[in-house]
């Protein structure tokens, strides 16, 4: 992890213990949360203003979450052809930004859903970066606790078997120039490096999804950007616009230099 990046988590760390210390009321507490999304934003966008929005971005999760390694997000964008990308930010998780996703010229930015870990109680924001360049954030506060932590697997050999095979559900049949959808799930221990191996009862050193790229011929769909805050087996589901009848190409890739590649072929259209 990069040193700045470290750093970063640290200082956000010591200021959600802040938060949960007992006798801290509930205006404290959203006082000392809304100063740490200002350091986030400060971190991420530097000198670019980030405009509260309830219409052009909204998130749907679990206000409790059953399974705190797989909490499931929606992003819902009405205005999708505004959209250039999304940033989903978990902001006091040990690395907030949990995925950037960039939507292609073969993208319809209308929804997106992801799988990510939730490490304690937190507000999750969804930032828009509209066509423009202009920056919208929405939030929702998800209760849940220990998921960077929670295991991959029984052993890291175990968590590791498979790494890099890809899978791609399509709903029903895709037809040409209308949006279609798909999830696209990749085998991957996504290990935070907070997570103990069991038997050595040392920490496992942090390795996840990176980069993924999803492409229909020579048109991109969308290209997420990761970090340790997506699940263990990253899943997203995602929509997009077929021209011709050319597979859709996965390119993955991890911080430790794996790379693999994977290409699904469309299900035939209903006449």
């Not at 470290?6 to 006798?23: E, K, N």
């Not at 279609?180 to 991957?188: D, G, N, P």
Request: charged share 25%; net charge negative; proline share 7%.
């Amino acid at each position: 992890m990069p040193i700045m990046r470290r750093t970063f988590s640290i200082a956000l760390m010591a200021m959600a213990c802040i938060v949960s210390v007992p006798g801290v009321n509930a205006s404290e507490a959203d006082a000392e949360r809304e100063e740490r999304w200002q350091q986030i934003v400060d971190y991420l966008f530097e000198e670019r203003e980030v405009v509260p929005t309830d219409t052009l971005i909204r998130i749907d999760a679990p206000a409790r979450a059953q399974d705190a390694a797989l909490v499931p997000i929606t992003l819902t964008m009405p205005e999708k052809d505004k959209i250039r990308s999304v940033y989903l930010v978990i902001d006091d998780n040990p690395v907030p930004l949990a995925a950037h996703v960039t939507f292609g010229p073969a993208a319809d930015a209308g929804t997106l859903d992801l799988r990510v870990r939730v490490d304690t109680y937190t507000n999750i924001h969804a930032v828009a970066e509209t066509k423009d360049g202009k920056l919208y954030s929405n939030a929702v506060f998800v209760k849940a606790s220990g998921g960077c932590s929670a295991p991959s697997g029984p052993s890291d050999a175990e968590a590791m078997k498979g790494m890099g095979d890809m899978r791609m559900k399509f709903a029903e049949s895709v037809e040409q120039g209308q949006p279609a959808e798909a999830t696209l799930m990749i085998r991957h221990p996504n290990f935070t490096g907070m997570q103990m191996n069991q038997l050595t009862r040392l920490y496992t050193p942090p390795r996840y999804v990176e980069k993924v790229v999803v492409s229909q011929g020579e048109r991109t769909v969308l290209e997420v950007v990761g970090d340790i805050s997506l699940s263990t087996n990253p899943a997203m589901g995602f929509r997009f616009v077929p021209e011709g009848q050319g597979p859709i190409r996965v390119v993955a890739s991890d911080n430790k230099g794996g790379q693999w590649e994977q290409s699904f072929d469309l299900p035939p259209a209903t006449n």
